[in-house]
Every structure is written in C-alpha cells, then in structure tokens.
T-cell receptor
C-alpha cells in the first residue's frame, strides 16, 4: 500500500516570494508521482507529474518538483508566487505496476498575501 | 472537450435520509472514479469502474453506499441511510483506460452536508 504525507496543512507567503510545499511518500513498490491543484470552487487539475527520466519536472506556470528517491520526497517549489497561485495543492502517488490508482496526501492550502 | 459533469453542486440532508449523486465523464473515457474528500483531508477513492464493471470498491462502505454505471457512461453514487460523518465533497473523475500517466480529469464535486 502507498501513503502520502504533506507536512504543512497551510502555507502563507507574500506575493513574489519563493515557496516550497513538502511531500513525502511511503511505498513498497515503485511509484509515479503527481501534484494536483484545486482552485476555489473548481475540480482538481493536474499540475505536474514524474513518470521517469529527469528527476526535476516543471509545469507551464512556473512550478517545479524534484523526485528524491532516497528521501522518498517530491517537494513542489516556485521561485516567485502570484496571487493567482492561491489554491490547495495535493501530492499523489500511484503504483507503476498492477492496478494504477491515485493515493492523495491531505493537501496544503497556499495563501498568497499582497 | 467538455469536462466531467457532476450534479447537484450542493446537497443538505438530515441523517438517516438517502441521497444520490450523478456524474457524466468525458466522452470516450472508459474508467470512472468516485472519491470522497472530507474537509482537511485528501481525496479517498471509493470505487473505480472500467466501462460498466467494478475494478476496485475496497474502500466503499457497502452497508450504506452503492454505485452503478449501467451503460458504461454516466454513473450514480447513492448513500442510504446517511450519517453525519458522510459530510464531504464527492468527486467524480475519469481517465482513458485507467491510466494515471495522462492524469485524471476531475469534476467540480458535490458538497454534501448531513445535519
């Protein structure tokens, strides 16, 4: 079985400041890793994913995440945040082999202050 | 392309009443999922369908929850009777052939409040 721990339930930052949202996972098998974002009153949307290859993956809106196998982490970072990044962010994993299904962390609410 | 449609958006019921939620996935998506998202927690998978067959319902409380996808397209999730702890957002998602690699497409959810 897999489990995901997001270490911070809320992260307040000022606009244009850098941010890191932390995610650690536990799994006895190899996994794919994902970050989903949920804007207010909207469904979850895929932000970025790690499937294989380079351990650093990027999204189109400036977020990046790095897969660290030894530390079983997949932290999400952005060097300069905007008000529009205010949302809840969910880290998720799925086993690569067998029945694929997303297992989510509890989410981190990112609040951007002007 | 149209997204995943869910209705209703909000529902308030008294405990011991019954309630049903509806989901219409993206056209052509064979796999459909129902997730429960309790406030302050991440979404938890309740049931996964592949076409009209159940793939995984290991976390569905079968004494009160039921779901069907009779024609392999839209789906309904029912709770009967509801308990206070069922208050949550119920999310429907769909994907191509159950592959996580392309990501799931989620609907906006149904927020259920049981009083």
């Amino acid at each position: 079985a897999q489990s995901v721990t997001q270490l911070d339930s809320q992260v307040p930052v000022f606009e244009e400041a850098p941010v890191e949202l932390r995610c650690n996972y536990s799994s006895s098998v190899s996994v794919y890793l994902f970050w989903y974002v949920q804007y207010p009153n909207q469904g979850l949307q895929l932000l970025l994913k790690y499937l294989s290859g380079s351990t650093l993956v990027e999204s189109i809106n400036g977020f990046e995440a790095e897969f660290n196998k030894s530390q079983t982490s997949f932290h999400l970072r952005k060097p300069s945040v905007h008000i529009s990044d205010t949302a809840e962010y969910f880290c998720a994993v799925s086993p690569i082999q067998g029945a694929q299904k997303l297992v989510f962390g509890q989410g981190t609410r990112l609040t951007i202050n002007p | 392309e149209a997204g995943v449609a869910q209705s209703p958006r909000y529902k308030i019921i008294e405990k011991r009443q019954s309630v049903a939620f509806w989901c219409n996935p993206i056209s052509g998506h064979a796999t459909l999922y129902w997730y429960q998202q309790i406030l302050g927690q991440g979404p938890k998978l309740l049931i996964q369908f592949q076409n009209n067959g159940v793939v995984d319902d290991s976390q569905l409380p079968k004494d009160r929850f039921s779901a069907e996808r009779l024609k392999g397209v839209d789906s309904t999730l029912k709770i009967q009777p509801a308990k206070l702890e069922d208050s949550a957002v119920y999310l429907c998602a769909s994907s191509l052939e159950g592959s996580v690699t392309h990501g799931y497409t989620f609907g906006s959810g149904t927020r259920l409040t049981v009083v």
